[in-house]
């Protein structure tokens, strides 16, 4: 048993699906057409699990337990039961989540209240990026709610006294740091795991998953994309409609624009 | 015939899962080429990466640590190997359809226990010992005889085409117990463990194809194994035989059709990447009827492929569970598997012969693997009974009524 810790390890692992097959532009709508795809695991979350997956192996006969937790967008059983076919001990899906899931703040804001219910948890761990491979901010915006440190390109995890080792990987090298439990860790550059056979027999006929609603209090907390889609618009309208100076000394207000630099600016007209 | 077969979302994710791990962690590691050497060097490496995913269990149940995914998921794994490599794909078949299957069917607690548990979890291989120089596709006229003694059986005879039969830890070896009685009534399966007294590997065949598949000769000289190493019943070691080719004939065209749906994938790239006169090869008609028909080929493999092995499945289980065995399942379980192996043969012997036609020279060299397909599919016209003897068994059954205005 690692110091400061007597029970196993207990780590939240959110996972999010990809569409599988050849995904097509309807020329119409500019949409995606994905009818009749299948949602499966997305690699993003494969390599996370993998993470998680390190981290039991060095947490020793302590043992960790990795609970996958999915925002259900569609497929997410499916999405589940393979996260368990990679190693996964319990799913826990939700379900009746608003459609403003696909907003990440509220999907963040529905994890984090996952993580209050059914915690504790020493480690969050997910993946970097979104199925199409842009950098996903929803983790981050967990550690936000949670007020957790969050790591994010993260290569290998294991038990530190109170926190953990990791290894971190940046443009500007390796590193190994320590960091505090708990945390939100986003995977990096792991590689992915396969499922055995026996994974995933016992993933579909075995084991069984847990499926929550989603907690209506915390999704409306966030904000919701018609919310945000409309503070952004107007912010565009006032700056369309304010003069030029009025402008000028706003940047400066917020060190945009440097006072000499506008000094000379205004010498030369 | 009313069919309807749809995968299941675990099937799906059994071969996705076995498509990305073959083509990561296997493909990158095959040898280069297969010329140099021959049998006694088969990439057992690689094999035993695979045992830790659990692919040399596929259908026993997790009661025995297999991976309880029956004869559709069998299928689905040996399509994903195929398209990897040939070899390895032979000795996976070997192993699982004719090697494994037949001792978890007719074996009873005792030798499930000892035989399938270690298989099930990987640790050990199995193969399959019928062929002899005097008894080919004519499995009723063997010679390998077994003399009985107070405690077990002593074998004499040699065996020949055994695949893996030189680093098999349990081989099933057919022998004959009673001369009077032919081949139903007269021969018995025996497991013999590689290091039993008198079981000794003889030649490894140097082939044409499936090159790093071993193929062995077995001899066996005053080899004593005890009475409880008859598998099944004494005498029946023929229904033995035959359940097993059965099932190894529908993992055989399993195994064909994911071989040819990577020649046809290979074939589709070159001829978008590859111009002549200013355009891409594959605007050619003539390629285009070559890879249209390999994709007709293809599509009607698939449905037969899953349609025995659903067949065969139930078929299995039944037996497994010492349930009776209508004559109706076993019988258009044998006509399916025989249609299975003699389209999927010789669709793969159809598009190797195509795919080096659209390669062109390219073909012809070995850096391309093209000619190696062209290679490794000519033996699956030829064992687990020649498409001549499958044939034979369609006609007889038509004659008899079977499968008829169905």
């Given amino acids: 048993m690692s110091p400061g810790r007597d029970r196993p390890l207990r780590v939240l692992v959110p996972v999010t699906g990809a569409f599988h097959g050849r995904l097509r532009v309807r020329r119409s709508t500019g949409t995606l057409d994905t009818e009749g795809l299948e949602r499966i695991l997305s690699d993003p979350s494969v390599r996370a699990i993998s993470l998680a997956k390190r981290l039991r192996e060095h947490a020793g006969d302590a043992g960790a337990e990795l609970l996958a937790v999915h925002v259900n967008k569609g497929g997410g059983e499916a999405i589940l039961r393979e996260a368990i076919a990679h190693g996964i001990d319990q799913g826990i899906l939700v379900q009746g989540a608003p459609r403003e899931t696909s907003d990440a703040s509220v999907r963040a804001a529905t994890i984090a209240d996952v993580y209050r219910q059914h915690g504790p948890f020493d480690a969050v761990v997910g993946p970097a990026r979104s199925e199409f491979g842009g950098f996903s901010g929803t983790l981050a915006a967990v550690a936000g709610h949670l007020d957790l440190p969050c790591v994010v390109g993260v290569s290998d995890l294991r038990p530190d006294g109170d926190g953990f080792g990791i290894d971190y990987r940046s443009i500007f090298g390796s590193y190994k740091l320590h960091i505090p439990r708990p945390c939100v860790v986003l995977a990096g550059d792991v590689a992915p795991s396969y499922p055995t056979a026996w994974g995933i027999h016992d993933a579909y006929q075995e084991r069984g998953i847990l499926r929550v609603q989603a907690d209506q209090y915390a999704v409306r907390a966030a904000l919701t994309r018609r919310q945000r889609i409309e503070a952004v618009r107007e912010e565009r309208q006032s700056v369309e409609e304010v003069e030029g100076g009025t402008l000028v000394r706003g940047l400066r207000s917020r060190a945009l624009v440097p006072e000499a630099a506008d000094a000379d600016a205004g010498g030369g007209a | ?406």
């Fill in chain 2, 1 to 406: 015939m009313a069919f309807e077969f749809r995968l299941t979302p675990e099937q799906r994710l059994l071969r996705r899962s076995a498509r990305a791990f073959m083509r990561t962690e296997i493909e990158p590691h095959l040898p280069a080429d297969d010329w140099t050497g021959h049998g006694g060097d088969s990439p057992l490496h690689l094999v035993r990466k695979m045992q830790d995913q659990g692919y040399f269990g596929m259908p026993v149940p997790r009661e025995l640590d297999g991976a309880g995914m029956g004869e559709v998921g069998y299928c689905l794994v040996f399509e994903e190997i195929a398209a990897v490599d040939s070899s390895i794909a032979t000795i996976f078949g070997a192993h699982t359809g004719i090697g494994l299957a037949p001792i978890y069917l007719f074996g009873n607690e005792e030798q499930r226990e000892r035989y399938v548990r270690p298989i099930a979890q990987g640790r050990h291989l199995a193969a399959f010992a019928l062929t002899e120089p005097t008894a080919g596709s004519d499995a009723a006229s063997i010679k390998t005889k077994a003399e009985k003694d107070a405690d077990g059986y002593r074998i004499d005879g040699t065996k020949i085409w055994c695949s893996n039969g030189n680093f098999a830890d349990t081989t099933v070896v057919f022998a004959v117990t009673d001369e009077t009685l032919g081949a139903h009534g007269g021969v018995t399966a025996f497991l013999v463990e590689k290091d039993t007294d008198g079981f000794q590997v003889g030649t490894i065949e140097d082939k044409l194809g499936i090159r790093q598949s071993n193929t062995a000769e077995l001899v066996f000289e005053d080899c004593w194994v005890p009475k409880e190493n008859v598998l099944g019943n004494v005498g029946e070691g023929f229904i033995v035989a035959l359940t097993a080719l059965d099932g190894g004939r529908v993992g055989l065209g399993a195994a064909t059709l994911g071989a040819t749906k990577r020649l046809l994938s290979d074939c589709v790239h070159r001829v978008n990447a590859r111009e002549r006169e200013g355009r891409p090869v594959g605007q050619n008609q003539s390629v285009q009827w070559m890879l249209a028909d390999m994709a007709t080929d293809i599509h009607l493999a698939e449905y037969a492929v899953y349609h025995a092995a659903e067949l065969t499945n139930q078929y299995y289980e039944r037996i497994a569970e010492g349930e009776p065995v209508s004559r109706s399942l076993r019988e258009q379980v044998s006509r399916a598997a025989a249609v299975v192996k003699i389209h999927c043969s010789e669709m793969s012997g159809r598009a190797g012969e195509s795919a080096i036609r659209i390669y062109g020279g390219d073909g012809l060299r070995w850096r391309y693997g093209v000619e190696r397909a062209f290679r490794d599919q000519v033996i699956t016209e030829i064992y687990e009974g020649t498409n001549e003897i499958q044939r034979m068994i369609i006609a007889r059954e038509l004659l008899q009524g079977v499968g008829v205005d169905q």
